[in-house]
């Protein structure tokens, strides 16, 4: 997994942590009717995350069958909200002169 995928690693945790808590482990996450884990997942797929999906969705092959679902699941939704939500446009410097 490269420092990329790496990066989202506490998110997964604390989504892990809330399906625990919730006694939710054999429900999918996005699934969830738990608001703990509905927050983790939100948080998980934030278009701020997309880089970080896409890379550990890459390297899906060293991940377990349930993980690899997740994790493609997770980019699914992250690159939908990021199509609804896009970064603003990086503004031009130096600034065009009329």
């Known amino acids: 997994m490269n420092n990329i995928a790496e990066s989202i690693w506490p998110l997964w945790l604390a989504l892990a942590r809330a399906r625990a808590e919730a006694l939710e482990i054999d429900c999918d996450p996005w699934e969830s009717a738990a ?3 509905q927050d983790a997942w939100d948080k998980l797929t934030r278009p701020e995350n997309l880089n970080a999906l896409q890379a550990m969705v890459r390297d899906a092959h060293e991940l377990n ?4 679902e997740a994790a493609i699941k997770a980019l699914s939704i ?3 909200r990021t199509d609804v ?5 990086t ?3 130096p600034p065009s002169l009329p």
């Open 85 to 89: 939500n896009p970064a603003p446009p």
């Open 35 to 37: 608001a703990p884990v």
């Open 65 to 68: 069958s349930t993980a690899r």
């Open 78 to 80: 992250c690159q939908a």
């Open 91 to 93: 503004p031009e410097f």
